[in-house]
């Protein structure tokens, strides 16, 4: 069973940087992407994404974090980034790791592998 665990998550004041980082247990050989999605604590908030990384080098951002947030993998060490910048009260959320194939704009059978998540919170 393929595992994905998030780390990075924390508290940091408006304005400040955070990393996170997602390091899966093997080698997906199915997938092709790896993504962050966020959701805002709360029973009816959706669980939205906000960057994707395909085959290791194209990108797409939610414009909610577009020019903020920078996402990178090592695939060596199975691992994916998310470098937050800028951080806003309102990029408070638990952020999960995701991996599954990309195709054509959105993930072709829906995401295949979650992590458990890991909160952050931007407060002063």
């Known amino acids: 069973q393929i595992q994905l665990v998030e780390s990075g998550g924390g508290l940091v004041q408006p304005g400040g940087s955070l990393r996170l980082s997602c390091v899966a247990s093997?080698?997906?050989?199915?997938?092709?992407?790896m993504a962050w999605y966020r959701q805002t604590p709360g029973p009816e908030n959706e669980r939205e994404l906000a960057?994707?990384?395909?085959?290791?080098?194209?990108?797409i951002y939610a414009d909610a974090v577009k020019g903020r947030f920078t996402i990178s993998e090592d695939s060596a060490k199975n691992t994916v980034f998310l470098q937050m910048a800028s951080l806003r009260p309102e990029d408070t959320a638990i952020y999960y790791c995701?991996?599954?194939?990309?195709?054509?704009?959105?993930?072709?059978?829906?995401?295949?592998?979650w992590g458990k998540g890991t909160l952050v919170t931007v407060s002063s």
């Open positions: 093997e080698r997906i050989l199915r997938a092709n992407a």
């Open positions: 960057a994707v990384i395909i085959s290791g080098r194209d990108t």
């Open positions: 995701a991996a599954g194939f990309w195709s054509g704009g959105d993930w072709y059978d829906g995401v295949e592998y």
